[in-house]
């Protein structure tokens, strides 16, 4: 799942992946994720992704995605730099291969995806962690194509967490989501 949100940025011509891009390819890719999301909410924010995929996120391609979840980190002079630098910033131990060409809030999904499957007892991040994660930062792209699509972003992780209480490290299949061990 995160190799094609990875994709899909390099397709977009983006500067980096972004928390939508995460959104697009976790809604292709999870069956948990899109039965969180439901029925006819699902349809319509799919639609919404493909139209951004197509041309409305031209206006998103000049800058960089922070919502302040992380603090920006400057270019480093070296690429195998920013990922260290990404990972302090963000107070965690990540290999450079995981944290290179993310947007802030994207890495700082990741992070909370990974946090809350820790909270679970879970060895595996699973699709409904990283969407509550991607639903929880309101300044969000992905909260922002989520809200334009009618779905209340707050209500979904709520729900989602809701949801959560009794679910073993079984459920769902496995995410691709970057490990920090």
Known sequence: MVSAARRRAVRDRDRQTDTAHLLHALLEHDPEARAAVGGPRLARLLGYLVQRSIGYGLRWQAGVEDSGALPRVPPPARAEDS???????????????DAEGWSPAAAAALADARARARR????????????????????SRAVEVLEHAGIPAQELAARIADGADGRSDASGPPSDVPSSS
């Open 83 to 97: 990922g260290a630098r990404a990972a302090a910033a963000a107070g965690r131990s990540v290999p450079a291969r």
């Open 120 to 139: 679970r007892g879970a060895s595996r991040v699973s699709g409904t962690d990283l969407l509550a994660a991607l639903a929880a930062d309101p300044a």
